[in-house]
């Protein structure tokens, strides 16, 4: 729970008891410079790969599901609509670890100090020198083409690849690539309000509401103890701590998206709705408190205060877990440099309350890594981002965006697009990345639709059959 400040940059998930047995995996390590802009550092450092040859052909192409905010795994190249498509194609099929997550460290610690080279522009160009020994030293041809494709971040990576080096990429997929930077991502809570209402009914969307109010008006009105009680926080809610109140409302709007959208079904939603709203407490807040208090029962005490959620991002060592598993620090030093997303309620129209700022996510990135980060900075990070990558309006050719929708990031992605052997679809009534897996009787028919356009699109990139219709 503790780390979950940003969980904006979503991997997508990997059966638990998923083991990697595919005989043609192997595994490797490729050395490249931490800093690819600076000809007077000629420091280096490996990054891991591992590459799967099971369908490869003389003369085929190279298809990468490229690495990012999380550890490296094999599971999209032994499995998937991209692996399927290998099949097809006669494609050698190979992932990445992105800089600075799983192993792939360059420095040794995560100070501050050395963070400045986790930069998405260094790992675009981590990614062009790979491509090119791929195609030089392992597969051994030259001409090879490229297909990129990745999810959520990563997803925008592969995109932006292709936008800066069309010579050298062919074509990218990218499944909820979050290519639009975002210094107040209000409309995050608007949406996960909207998904309540329509799945989960006016009377919860309502119950909420009035909930987060209430322990608005309480702690305003001094009677924050009442609060603290209800809501069973570990610290005392007191009226004058702006940062340990903000961390509280960010939490309880925390608990109650990761309850209904995790398992990513509708009934989901309804499930934690009924409870709720029949529960037999006298007030919308105990009737949030209990189903609060039930939610994290194995807790002794909900840890809703400030400072005890720093601590997981304040974590050095690159090996621990927070760090090396959950990539906690380097997503949140991303964030607060280059892309913001920081999901405020802010926005009117949304049932969280106002409490969750602009400050609280601005304190948290000085609580992290200094007192440097101000508004400007992170503002500059943004708007910097934006002006180099496109935002929504990238003018890239051989794209594809693909996007679930009920998956709120894909606000900040990109739902509409036509461009020379481009397209944007968007998966109805789905939540985030349906759209990777392989075809099954399961998928509804958009979906099953949608999955052999993105097979079709990536045949016209490597020079084979018709746009889809």
């Known amino acids: 729970m503790l780390g979950e400040l940003q969980r904006h940059l979503v991997q997508p998930a990997i059966p638990r008891d998923f083991v990697p047995r595919n005989p043609n995996i192997v595994g490797n390590r490729f050395r490249t410079k931490i800093d690819h802009f600076n000809p007077q550092n000629r420091d280096t450092f490996e990054f891991s790969y591992f590459s799967n040859d099971e369908f490869y052909r003389p003369g085929g192409p190279i298809f990468i599901f490229v690495g990012g905010n999380f550890a490296l795994t094999t599971y999209y190249i032994e499995h998937g609509l991209l692996y399927d498509t290998a099949a097809r194609d006669g494609a050698w099929l190979f992932t990445n670890e992105h800089r600075y997550y799983g192993t792939s460290t360059p420095v040794q610690d995560y100070s501050t100090e050395n963070l400045r080279f986790l930069k998405s522009e260094q790992a675009l160009m981590d990614l062009i020198e790979w491509i090119d020994h791929l195609r030089n030293n392992v597969v051994q041809d030259p001409n090879a083409k490229i297909i990129l494709m990745g999810t959520g971040y990563a997803g925008a990576l592969a995109t932006w690849a292709r936008q800066r080096f069309p010579n050298i990429i062919d074509g990218a997929w990218g499944a909820g690539a979050t290519v639009l930077a975002s210094f107040d991502f209000q409309e995050h809570a608007g949406d996960i309000g909207e998904i309540i209402r329509r799945f989960g009914g006016n009377e919860c969307y309502n119950l909420i509401w009035v909930a987060f109010r209430t322990a608005q008006y309480l702690i305003d009105a001094g009677r924050d103890e009442t ?104 997503t ?118 949608i999955k052999r356009s993105i097979q079709a699109y990536i045949g016209l990139w490597l020079g084979e059959g018709l746009i889809p219709a």
């Open 227 to 330: 609060v603290t009680n209800l809501l069973n926080t570990c610290e005392p809610i007191e009226q004058g701590n702006l940062l340990d109140i903000e961390t509280l409302f960010f939490h309880l709007k925390l608990a109650i998206q990761e309850a209904m959208l995790t398992v990513q079904t509708t009934d989901k939603i309804r499930d934690v709705c009924e409870h709720m709203v029949n529960s037999t407490e006298e007030t919308a807040l105990q009737d949030l408190g209990t189903w609060l208090n039930e939610y994290y029962a194995n807790l002794a005490c909900n840890p809703f205060d400030f400072d005890t959620n720093m601590e997981a991002g304040q974590v050095l060592q690159p090996g621990a877990p927070e760090n090396a598993i959950l990539g906690l620090r380097q």
């Open 332 to 449: 949140q030093y991303q964030a607060c440099t280059e892309f913001g997303w920081f999901r405020t309620t802010d926005l009117d129209e949304q049932p969280f309350g106002d409490r969750v700022s602009m400050h609280f996510f601005l304190e948290a990135c000085r609580a992290l890594f200094g007192g440097w980060v101000t508004d400007a900075v992170i503002y500059d990070g943004v708007r910097l981002t934006n002006l180099h990558y496109g935002g929504q309006d990238p003018r890239s050719t051989n794209v594809l965006f693909t996007n679930g929708q009920l998956d709120p990031n894909r606000l900040v992605s990109i739902t509409s697009y036509i461009n020379p052997l481009s397209y944007a679809y968007v998966v109805p009534d789905e939540f985030l990345y349906t759209e990777i897996y392989s075809i099954s009787e399961e998928d509804s028919t958009e979906l099953t639709t």
